[in-house]
Every structure is written in C-alpha cells, then in structure tokens.
C-alpha cells in the first residue's frame, strides 16, 4: 500500500513552516549560500485556508493515480510505497495537473536546465514523501505543533482496528440502551 | 502564570491576540490545550486560528473591546457567578465597579460589539464556571486609545471570579515584540530605573546616583510616541528635541503616520541608528552603527511571563560590528563616562544589586534553573523567583488587596465617514517578524512572503469592488497611501481591511494614526478609516512596485544585481 501525509486541522496553525521544510529537503541546504534568486522555491505542498479550515494538502500517493495513467512520458511511477516523477522523463504537459482531482500538483521551474525554446526547464511537482532523503517526510518532521502524520498500512490498519472496536461497543450501547 | 500553563487552563479567554501569527510558539500551547479539554473563547474580529479552534468565538467589531468586556462583567455578576468571597476578602472598590457595569446589559452592547447578547452571556458563563480561567491578551487590546482601561476590565474578570495567584489562572499579556518584557524590566520606559523603581521618587535616584556617581534627572522623559511632535511642533526651545539616538528600532516603518515620522526624522539635527541591517529609518540617520544579531549575542531575554532566560552567543560575528552592549559602553566612554564591562554578566550584576525585585536572579541561578521569573530577591539557590505574582490572592498593593477599576467605554478616535468608509488595523503575519529587519532578510521567508504584501479584505467587499485575488490596489487614509496586493478573504468581516506593517511598499502606517492611549502612550494601530481604490491599469501598477522596491533597496545600497521580485 502506498503511504501518504495527512494534516489535522485541528492542530495546524497555518504557519507553512511545512512548505519550507519541504524546499530545503529537495533543494538542500546549499539554498542557504547562494544567491537568493538563484534557486527556485517549489514547495510540494500547499497551505490551504478557507473561512474556518487551515490545513497543507498534498499528494495523496492513490494506489490507481490518474496521473500515471494520463503520463504519456512514463514519467510516473509507483516507488517504495510512493508515486513519484521522474523530471527527467517529464515533458511539461500538464496532463497530470489535470488529471489530478486534488489539485496536489502544479508546474515548476526546474532551475539550470533548459527547455525548446531556452527558457528554464518547467516539470511537474507534487510531494514524493521525500523518497530517497534520509528522515522521513521533512513537513512531518518540522510541523510545530505536529499536525501532520505519514500514514503508513501499519498506522491505517490500527486505526481501523479502533474504529471497528468503537463501533461494536455502539452497537452494543444502541441494544442496552439501560446500561 | 507562566507560559507553559496555558494549556492545562480549564478555560482560556483568548482576547484580541492570534497566537499563531504573532508567537507560534505560544499557539502550539493553545492548540495542546484545545487537545487536552481546555474550553476557548476568543474574542477577535478576525478567524483566526485560535478562533478557529475556540468554543466560542466572540467576532467583535474593532473598537468595542471594553463594551465587551463590561457586559461580559455585568452578565457574570447579575447571574450570581461571582467569587463574593475573593471579592470581600482580597478587592476593593467593587461597588463603585458595579455602578460603571450596571448598564452593560448583554442587549446594551450588543449593537456597540456586533455579537448576539446570548453569545456574550454564554461566553461570560462559560469563563465564570470553568475553573481555572486564564485570559491572554495581545495587540488587539493594547493598540487602542482606549487599552489600559481594557486591560484593567479584563482583570476585572479574573478578579470577580477569583481568577488569580494560582496555576493556569490570572491574566497574561502576550507582548508584541520578543523582550518587550525585558525592556520595561531594564527600565527603558520614560518613568522608570531598572526593576520598576519610579524617577521621581528622591530615594530611588540618590541610590542610583551614589552607584553610577553621576546627578541624575528628577524628571520623566519623553514617550517615544511623543518624539515626532517633540521636534516639529515643541515651542519651548529647552524641551525641542535635537537628537535622537535609534537602535534595535525602525520608526520611519513601525511608527503611526509616517509622513509625520519621516518629516520629524528629516528636521531633527542629528539621528544615529543602530541596526544590524539597513532599514528605513536608516536613510535618515546621520551615523549608523553597524550591530551583531542574536545569535552573536549573549545577554538576558525576559519572556512575557517575567522569566529571565538567558540568551547564548552562536558564533562570532565577523566584519565591523559589535554588540549593543559594546557599543553603548564605547559611546560612554567617549562622551566622558567610561564603562569598563568585561562581559554581560557584570552588567547584570550591577544591575541586579540595584534592583530589590530582581536581586536573586544570578546568572548561575537562570543558567541552573533554565529561567526564573521575577520577584526573586534573594541570591540563595532557595529562593526560585516567584510563578505567581498575586499567589493566595496577596496583591502588591500596600493594603494587600486588588482594586476594581471600571471605566465607560469609548469608541475610537476615527471613525469611518463618507470619504473613507472602512476601517484599517494592522496586524501580523506569521513568516515576517516585527519590521522585516531581520526575517525580510532571510530568504525562505522572503519567497513565502514578499513586498507589497497583502490588504486582508472580506470576499463580498471585493466582489462589490471587481478585486481579485493578488491585484494591486490603492489603499488611502486622510494621511497617505500605500499600494498592496488584495487578499479577499471570508476570515474578516466587510467593511473592515487589515494590513501587516512590515512592508516597504505596502506600508500601512503611512494611513494610520498618531492618536494614543493616554496612560500607556500607545497609538491606536487598530482603526483608523480608509478607503480602497481599483487600479486599472495593472501592468503600470506591477512596473510601479517594481521600481518603487528597486528605489528603496538602491538608496540602501542593497545589491540589485540580480533585480528584485516584487
């Protein structure tokens, strides 16, 4: 099963200190010496806030994704529990972005190289839970108030154990009313 | 109270403070507390997070705090939800508060606040019967002309319900700057030596005057709100300002009415600005001395707490800079009074012996202990300082008993009319700290958040208007104007605009206003009116920005090389 991070809205605090962390995972920390310009800021999540609701939204690593099926590059692909692109393969045509019905991936400027037309190269972007990067999903780790979790088959199959208990104990009450 | 109690607070009365844009840190307690049973009512006119997360969230109008308050104070009384015994055995002048709240029935302040009467009575029961009851209050509070007597009728509660000298309990202000705190305890306020110790007071300056040797004035000085008027419009030639030594501080950003600011800072003789990093009111000074930031510094934070914590040096700064400590002692020196301090630990010692409340907190007891908050006046290891000031209902009066202080409630100084029909408060954003100093300069921050910044406006107000998302608009008081980016939002109210001060381009205090508080001498940053223009030709209005960002950073002399993202 493919894993996937999930925010509590009830804990975030809107403060995208998540997106950043993010940034410095994929570019490195080499971000911090060059010039400010120089590098390009591509968060591979994104603050969500609407009248009562703050929350990250991010890929949701689907075990059948539309955007690996609409990839007429092969450029994504199901790796250790996560679907990730390959920007090298990809071609920039946006057919993922729309396919995506999350709206967890957007285009990106891939910084030093170039496409047709000698203009900065521009890929395809979406949260790959850190795949290959030590530690684990940098958001989970940075989170402040540690509103977001890396749901993994384990955690899912607890929680599901939980719920299934907490609803026999109701079925249980709804028939002894009394007690 | 200390701040890790927040979130063990049966109840916590959240008012005019937004924890999550101004100290995330502190937010984190409020989002354990909601986590761990704790009931929140957050009186804000905004949703914030913490509103958000509340029980109930009082969305008042701007400028009706104590009307607010007052009824809140008036249901809990005629409900028979008071502590009669708190009151009779540790208050005084209850009865005089009484005929001030008698008429601020629910239904009374319910066209002044914009909340529904039953909201206000269930809000009041909820913080009358759930014990303890812990109130924090912020900017939202203390940015009015009418704050101090805000801050008085919060207290009000806390006391009429007994609220106070225990854990999780009490009334705690959430200050605006980091050290806040730390500066009033040091004495940077017009009235005060180090530990609270009044100027005017004989006894008080000859003990200051035998330990630095030196006469010492007998009276107090001059508000720094008052600076500007201080050197333009000061008739008398002795109390005109000529000088005007800046550090740590940025008014020609931070201060109300910038034209004003700019046009005191232009007149005044000499300006010295003390920074570690140019800023606008750098472009006014006539020296600027380059200082080390924090982590190049070591010294003593107060937290809002009153806990002393000390505050470790990373590295070493490199290049010409030195820290502010230094630096004053070399200007002493210099102006023929030497300082001679090896390190930040003898100042502190000075200063402690000189300061009965403070006395006990040596620098091994805060190293040991990790903070200690003051009173502490003993240097034993035994003595830990004091976590609840008021403990047992003890109260630092001289009859040990608390005083009721009610007040009628007033609506702001400006008010919106036909030419500026909305209302204007400044407030914060979490990613940029104060007036970007520091976070404009750092550089994930800067690609979160950027000049112009954004005008928060309530969806409705921008459909009317045809604004959209992220458009330039021109946002105008009878002051001056700025131009910033629209944010429509339904997490604020129409009719009402907010806009963070940190930005060069977007500066909301060229609109605000100079008024203040009459004790507190703070300006009423949180309302003014203004009005909100479209602007037509949007590529004109980017190309402006551009350049106007560009301008700023040349004069001072910022590398552009690259050119700026506007």
């Known amino acids: 099963m493919n894993y996937f991070v999930k925010g509590n809205p009830d804990l975030c605090i809107g403060c995208r200190t998540c997106m950043i962390g993010c940034v410095v995972a994929h570019e490195g920390k080499h971000i911090f010496e060059v010039d400010p310009d120089s590098y390009s800021f591509n968060p591979k999540l994104h603050m969500v806030k ?83 990067l030590p530690g684990g999903p940098a958001c989970v780790r940075v989170c402040p108030t540690e509103a977001l979790t890396l749901v993994t088959e384990e955690k899912l199959g ?22 | ?184 305890d040091m004495g940077a306020l017009p009235n005060s030596y180090p530990g609270y110790q009044n100027v005017t007071v004989p006894e008080i ?32 030639e002795k109390k005109r300002i000529h000088a005007y030594y800046i550090f740590g501080e940025d008014p020609a950003q931070s201060d109300p009415d910038l034209a004003e600011v700019r046009e005191a800072l232009d007149k005044c003789d000499f300006v010295v600005m003390q920074d570690i990093y140019m800023n606008k009111t750098g472009l006014y000074a006539d020296v600027i001395l380059p200082a080390t930031a924090w982590g190049e510094n070591e010294g003593i934070y107060t937290c809002a707490d009153r806990g002393f914590q000390r505050v470790r040096k990373l590295i070493e700064p490199e290049g010409d800079m ?9 200007i002493s020196t210099a102006m023929g009074y030497p300082m001679n301090y090896r390190n930040t630990e003898e100042i502190w010692n000075e200063m402690i012996d000189l300061c009965p409340s403070f006395t006990g907190a040596t620098y091994e007891k805060i190293e040991k202990y990790g903070g200690v908050q003051w009173p502490c006046r003993d240097k034993s290891m035994e003595d830990r300082g004091t976590p609840y000031l008021h403990k047992d209902g003890i109260f630092a009066t001289k009859d040990h008993k608390a ?12 008010l919106e009319n036909d030419q500026y029909p909305m209302t204007l408060s400044t407030v914060r954003e979490v990613g940029h700290y104060s007036v970007r100093t520091m976070t404009g300069n750092c550089r994930t921050l800067r690609n979160l958040e950027d000049e112009p910044g954004w005008v928060q406006m309530n969806t409705q107000d921008c459909e009317k208007m045809r604004l959209k998302k992220g458009e330039l608009v021109k946002i105008l008081s009878k002051r001056g ?36 508080d009459p004790i507190s001498n703070t300006p009423e940053y949180k309302y003014c009116a203004c009005r909100v223009e479209k602007i037509q030709d949007q590529e004109w209005a980017e190309r402006h920005v551009r350049e106007l960002y560009d301008d700023i950073r040349a004069q001072m002399g910022i590398d552009t090389g690259k050119g700026a993202e506007a």
Not at chain 1, 160 to 172: F, G, P, V
Not at chain 2, 113 to 123: F, K, N, Q, S, V
Not at chain 2, 507 to 513: D, H, I, P, Q, V
């Open chain 2, 205 to 236: 300056r000859e003990k200051f005057e035998k330990a630095w040797g030196v006469p010492l004035s007998d009276q107090v000085g001059c508000p720094i709100t008052h600076v500007p008027h201080r050197i333009l419009h000061e008739k008398d």
């Open chain 1, 158 to 179: 607890e929680a599901m154990e939980h719920k299934r208990m907490e609803a026999a104990r109701n079925t249980y009450r709804e028939t002894h009313p009394q007690e």
């Open chain 2, 322 to 330: 030195r820290p502010d400590w230094k630096i004053i002692a070399d």
């Open chain 2, 1 to 184: 109270m200390g701040i890790p109690e927040i979130e063990d607070a049966g109840c916590l009365l959240c008012f005019g403070y937004n924890g999550a844009d101004s100290h995330p840190i502190v937010a984190r307690r409020i989002v354990r507390g909601k986590q761990k049973g704790m009931k929140i009512i957050c009186a804000d006119p905004r949703v914030t997070e913490t509103a958000r997360i509340s029980d109930i969230h009082l969305q008042l109008k701007g400028g009706s705090n104590l009307a607010l308050v007052n009824a809140m104070a008036n249901v809990i009384w005629n409900e028979g939800l008071a502590d009669t015994r708190f009151i009779e055995e540790h208050t005084k002048g209850f009865d005089e508060f009484l005929k001030v709240i008698e008429k601020y029935t629910p239904e009374y302040a319910e066209p002044i606040t914009h909340i529904p009467a039953d909201e206000i009575r269930r809000a009041a029961r909820m913080y009358a019967t759930t014990k303890p009851a812990m109130i924090l209050y912020g900017m939202g509070v203390c940015q009015f002309t009418q704050a101090v007597d805000v801050v008085k009728g919060l207290a009000n509660l806390a006391l009429m319900t007994g609220n106070f000298g225990g854990p999780s309990m009490g009334i705690g202000p959430v200050r605006g700057q980091n050290n806040v705190q730390g500066a009033c």
């Open chain 2, 481 to 516: 104007y700025c131009i910033t980016r629209c944010l429509p939002t339904d997490r604020v109210k129409p009719g009402a605009t907010y806009m963070t001060y940190q930005w060069w381009i977007g500066a909301c205090n060229e609109l605000t206003t100079a008024k203040l």
């Open chain 2, 403 to 414: 005083l009721f202080y009610g007040t009628d409630w007033h609506p702001p100084v400006e």
């Open chain 1, 50 to 132: 609407t009248a009562r609701l703050s929350v990250p939204v991010q890929c949701k690593h689907c075990e059948n994704p539309a955007c690996m099926a609409v990839c007429p590059a092969g450029a994504i692909s199901q790796k250790d529990h996560c679907i990730v692109i390959d920007t090298d393969k990809c071609m920039g045509c946006k057919s993922c972005m729309d396919a995506c019905p999350f709206g967890a991936i957007n285009m990106t400027v891939q910084t030093g190289k170039f496409q047709a037309d000698g203009s900065e190269k521009k890929v395809a972007n979406k949260c790959d839970l850190c795949y290959g």
